[in-house]
C-alpha cells in the first residue's frame, strides 16, 4: 500500500542554520507514527514545511498520491491534511462554537451563507459532544484554559474531515488528566480511520499511542521503527544524551 | 433575557428615516451643509471598517481612492453633458465599480505585507496617487484643479440632491456591513484578524476575503469622493487625495470601535459634527483644531477600545451577571441569539494590531 504521505529529501536552511537536511519519512494510511528528537533537531520546521507554511529549499512531498510541496496550507487543509501548533492556536475572539465553525473549509459560495447556519450548529454540536466540551459552546475561546484550548484547537481541525492530522506536541503543558483525555480523542479518531503524524516529547504517550516512531537529529531521520526498538537502538541514544 | 426579534433591523430603518427627514426641518445652509460632510465621513468610515476594522489591517490608503473617484467622476463630465443634474449619481456606481477593480490590483500587491508595513504601503499609494493628480497635466489640469459641470439646482434647497443620495449610500454600506458581519464572510474576517497564519491553515480563504473587502470598501470610498467633486465644482490634488481624509476615516472608526456596525458611524458623528461646527464657531482661527483633538483624546483616555465595543461590554457583563444571580438552572447551551453576533467583535482582548 502506498504511504498517504511521503517526505523525501526535504532542505531548509535558515541563514548558515540547516534546520532541515535532507529528511525523509513516510506516513503509512491508518498508522499513528510519532516523530521525535532532541531540541532543535528540526521537527516544527518539518511541519512547517509539509504543510506548506514554509517552502524547502529542495525536496518533495507527497500527499496522497500528488505531488504537493510548498502548496498552500489553505489547499492542503481543503485537500485533508490538517494540522495543530505546538503553541496552542486558537481565535480568542470567536466563540468556541465559531473556532468549529470557521474551520469546515468553506468554498467560495458558502461564504455568503449564514455565519452559522443550523447544519452548522448540529456538527458543532457532535464534535463538542465528542470532545465533552458542551459546556462551554457559547463561550470565547479566550476565555478557556490551556487544555482546553489545545483540545478546541484539535477538534476544529477535525471539522474538515480530514484524512491525515498533524499534531506539534499535544500533550505540552497540560495537566495529566487532560494528557489522557487528549491520548483518548487520538485513539478515538484513530479508530475511525484517521491517519496521525505527531511530534511528542512525552515518551511514555509515545511508546503507548505510537507505532511506527521516526527519530530526526540535526534535521535528518536517523532511525524508524517500532517504539520498543527506539529506547536500546544506539545512533537514538546517541542523539539524546551526546556520544 | 432575549432581544426583541428584528431589533437590529428596526433600529436601522428608523436611522436611516430619521436621516431622510432631517432635511424637511428647513435647516439653514450651513448646518445642512455640515450633515452633508457629516455624512460623506460616516459612509466612508463605515467603509474602512468594513476593510480595516474587521481584517485588523490599518490602510492609510483610503483617501488615494477618494481621490480616485473624484477625478473619474471629473473626467468623465469633462466630455458629458449635464442636464438634470442627476447625471452625476447615476454614474456613481461606475466609479465604485471602477475604483473597485483598481483596488483588486493594488489591494494584490499591498496585502502582501501586513500591519506597520501595509500602512506604510498605503500611505506610500497615497502620495504617489496625489503625485500622479499633480503632474498629469494634460489629463487632470495638475494644480490648476479640474473644473465639474455646475449641479443645475434650486439655491433653497441645493444640498438636499447630495444629502438623499449620502443617506442612500449610507444605508446600503451599512447594510453591506451587517450581512457581512451575519455570514461565513466576516466569521473568516474575525479569523483572519484574530491570527491570520493560523487562519490560513484551517482552510480558510485568507487572501480572497482581504481581497473582496479591500475592493469593496475602496469602491465606495470612491464614490463618495464623486459625490464630493461634484459637490465642490472645483477640485484640486491637494484636496482631492489629502491624508487628513484617511486620518478621518480611521479615527471616526477607532472613536466610535472598529469591527462593529454603528461605531464608525457614531464616530463620524461625533468628530466631523463637532470639527465642523467648531470651525465655524471660533472662526477661521484654527483654534477649532486644538478643541477637536480634546474630544477625541477624552474619548480615548476613558474608552480605549471604542465607544461602541466599550458600552457593549458593560451590557454582556451586566447580563452575565444577571445569569448568574437569577435563580434556577443556567441558560442553555443555545442562547447565542441575534445580538451576540453584533456584540461578538467587540468584547476583544487588544491584539498586537
Known sequence: MAALLEVEGLAKTFGSLRAVDGASLAVEPHSITALIGPNGSGKTTLFNLITGYLSPDSGHVRFDGRDVTGANPGRLYRRGLSRTFQQARVFPQLTVQENLTVAAGYSWAQLFGRRMSAADRERVARLLEEFRMAHVADLFASELSYGQRKLLEFAAVLMSSPKLVLLDEPTAGVNPVMIATMEQHIRERHAAGVTFLIVEHDMPVVMRLCDPVVVLDQGREIFTGPPQAVQTNPLVLDAYLGA | ?353
Not at chain 2, 491553515?201 to 469593496?216: C, M, N
Not at chain 2, 442562547?335 to 461578538?344: F, H, K, P
Open chain 2, 1 to 353: 433575557m432575549r432581544s426583541i426579534p428584528y431589533a437590529g433591523q428596526i433600529r436601522g430603518v428608523v436611522f436611516v428615516a430619521a436621516l431622510a427627514s432631517l432635511p424637511s426641518f428647513n435647516l439653514a445652509h450651513w448646518s445642512i451643509n455640515i450633515a452633508v460632510f457629516t455624512l460623506m465621513f460616516a459612509v466612508m468610515s463605515s467603509a474602512w471598517n468594513l476593510f480595516g476594522g474587521f481584517t485588523g489591517y490599518p490602510s492609510l490608503g483610503h483617501a488615494a481612492f477618494f481621490g480616485i473617484g473624484a477625478y473619474t467622476l471629473g473626467l468623465w463630465f469633462e466630455h458629458h453633458a449635464v442636464t438634470t443634474g442627476y447625471e452625476p449619481f447615476l454614474m456613481l456606481p461606475l466609479v465604485g465599480l471602477f475604483a473597485g477593480l483598481i483596488g483588486v490590483v493594488l489591494g494584490a500587491i499591498a496585502l502582501r505585507t501586513r500591519a506597520d508595513v501595509f500602512a506604510i504601503v498605503t500611505i506610500t499609494l497615497l502620495f504617489v496617487v496625489q503625485t500622479l493628480a499633480f503632474n498629469l497635466r494634460g489629463l487632470t489640469h495638475g494644480a490648476q484643479g479640474l473644473a465639474l459641470p455646475i449641479p443645475p439646482f434650486a439655491a433653497a434647497t441645493f444640498e438636499r440632491p447630495f444629502y438623499y443620495v449620502l443617506v442612500a449610500l449610507l444605508a446600503a454600506t451599512m447594510a453591506i456591513t451587517y450581512l457581512t458581519m451575519r455570514s461565513k464572510l466576516g466569521l473568516s474576517l474575525a479569523a483572519v484578524r484574530a491570527d491570520e497564519d493560523k487562519a490560513r491553515g484551517v482552510g480558510v480563504r485568507t487572501l480572497g476575503v482581504k481581497l473582496l473587502t479591500f475592493s469593496v470598501s475602496v469602491g465606495i470610498t470612491a464614490m463618495v469622493g464623486g459625490i464630493w467633486a461634484y459637490y465642490e465644482s472645483f477640485i484640486y490634488p491637494q484636496f482631492a487625495i489629502d491624508p487628513l481624509i484617511t486620518i478621518g476615516m480611521v479615527l471616526m472608526t477607532f472613536l466610535g470601535g472598529r469591527g462593529t456596525l454603528w461605531g464608525p458611524v457614531i464616530g463620524a458623528l461625533i468628530l466631523e459634527t463637532a470639527q465642523q461646527t467648531l470651525a465655524y464657531e471660533l472662526g477661521g482661527s484654527e483654534y477649532y483644531l486644538i478643541a477637536y483633538a480634546l474630544v477625541f483624546l477624552l474619548v480615548m483616555l476613558l474608552m480605549p477600545q471604542g465607544i461602541v465595543p466599550s458600552i457593549q461590554s458593560v451590557v454582556r457583563r451586566r447580563r452575565r451577571r444577571a445569569v448568574v444571580d437569577a435563580p434556577g438552572p443556567p441558560p442553555s447551551a443555545s442562547s447565542s441569539d441575534r445580538t451576540d453576533v453584533l456584540t461578538r467583535d467587540a468584547v476583544v482582548v487588544e491584539g498586537p494590531r
